[in-house]
């Protein structure tokens, strides 16, 4: 296994940029709308609640077996959450509904500031990528969905370590892909445990905080912290 970069002291220039997808790229309570109609209501505790089971089962089974054994793809993982979160908050999702939900995660709309982003990058000559917990068929489904084939250069999934973030062989998968070194690579994610995680393997990193959340109790800071996926560009001025 690859053990994590040492984080450098001060940050220069990284050579590329990866994203976190869910979350990051793609609205994950986005879906919320469709919930809100199924289950008038309780829409957005049903998003939220699914969201973070869908967390919580990516970490059990990948800590449960380090051989990759309980691994199973984000989308089944994903399913198992919905359903756990419907029977948590007592609503009855029939077979249709679940289908309905499933496919709207499916196709998750992008943050309205991705596009933009991406084309600035691109216009720099910024190679970008996706590392994501998510498996490759609902990576390429949520990418071609939003339009972004032509903006990314890799779309890399857990699935071939079989382990989810935070794991180091899934942060690792990165420099392998790039040819890079972590701390050349800008790491960018919207979820602050994952920015946490991204700096203690050792690359440069961005939280883009959107909700004004407190930092992570844990000693660590990300390398910068943005409100907007715009900040990315700071790392990376326009010649």
């Given at each position: 296994m690859d053990k994590p970069t040492p984080r450098p002291n001060a940050v220069a220039q990284p050579a590329a940029v990866l994203f976190d997808a869910y979350g990051t790229l793609?609205?994950?309570?986005?879906?919320?709308?469709?919930?809100?109609?199924?289950?008038?209501?309780?829409?957005?505790?049903?998003?939220?609640?699914?969201?973070d089971k869908q967390i919580e089962y990516t970490r059990l089974v990948t800590m449960s077996a380090a051989d990759g054994s309980r691994y199973?793809?984000?989308?089944?993982?994903?399913?198992?959450?919905?359903?756990f979160a419907c029977q948590r908050l007592g609503l009855t999702l029939t077979d249709a509904a679940e289908e309905r939900l499933m496919?709207?995660?499916r196709s998750l709309s992008a943050f309205p500031d991705v596009r933009e982003v991406l084309q600035a990058l691109k216009a720099r000559g910024v190679p970008t990528g996706i590392l994501s917990n998510g498996d490759p068929a609902m990576l390429g489904i949520a990418v071609r969905s939003a339009g972004l084939e032509s903006l990314l250069d890799h779309v890399i999934s857990v699935e071939p370590v079989r382990a989810f973030k935070t794991d180091a062989r899934a942060y690792a998968l990165g420099p392998q892909t790039l040819g890079l070194a972590a701390r050349q690579i800008l790491f960018v994610s919207s979820n602050g445990w994952d920015a946490i995680g991204a700096t203690w393997y050792g690359y440069t990193t961005l939280?883009?905080?959107?909700?004004?959340?407190?930092?992570?109790?844990?000693?660590?800071?990300?390398?910068?912290?943005?409100s907007s996926l715009h900040d990315v560009l700071g790392f990376f001025p326009a010649r």
């Open positions: 793609f609205d994950v309570y986005s879906v919320g709308l469709l919930a809100e109609q199924l289950f008038p209501q309780r829409g957005e505790a049903l998003s939220l609640l699914w969201r199973r793809p984000f989308w089944e993982i994903t399913r198992a959450a919905l359903r496919n709207q995660y939280w883009v905080n959107r909700a004004g959340l407190p930092l992570e109790q844990l000693d660590t800071e990300p390398g910068r912290i943005g």
